[in-house]
């Protein structure tokens, strides 16, 4: 993050103290998900500012990662989808997805516990996100997702 950011609320990470621990470029190809899923959660798992939440988290990438690839990169293996982890002193870990999609207005997307949408094989993604994190924001029209546990 830069200084061009808006202020970030109390509680939120202070954008000067980030800590930079991994950034990721992958190919939009499902394939590439699960090895950076996996090279992410070794490094989160050594975070002791999130002890114990390391299933959600793992959870909650797998879902934004897949959904960058399949949705964002429309699964074109000649585009790339970012994954930027960072952390500040104690307060847990950020993670931030970007795609090269058009993007999508997250308040549209139905629930996934009501309605038709119980029965739907897809869709579910979001609502785990949402369950799974302590924060959730989408950013740039939906290509960006800023995801925090703490």
Do not use: W
């Amino acid at each position: 993050m830069d200084a061009t950011h808006d202020p970030l609320p109390e509680k939120d990470f202070d954008p000067y103290k980030l800590q930079l621990l991994l950034r990721v470029t992958l190919a939009a190809n499902r394939a590439t998900v699960d090895p950076v899923v996996q090279e992410i959660m070794a490094l989160v798992r050594r975070m002791k500012a999130v002890e114990g939440k390391e299933d959600d988290i793992e959870l909650a990438l797998q879902e934004a990662l897949a959904n960058a690839v399949i949705h964002g990169a429309k699964e074109d293996p000649s585009k790339t989808v970012e994954c930027v982890v960072s952390s500040a002193e104690d307060q847990g870990v950020l993670i931030v997805v970007r795609d090269p999609g058009e993007g999508f207005d997250p308040s549209t997307i139905p629930s996934c516990t009501i309605g038709e949408s119980v029965f739907s094989n897809h869709g579910r993604g979001i609502f785990l996100i949402n369950q799974l994190m302590d924060k959730v924001e989408f950013h740039k029209n939906g290509t960006e997702i800023r995801m925090v546990k703490r």
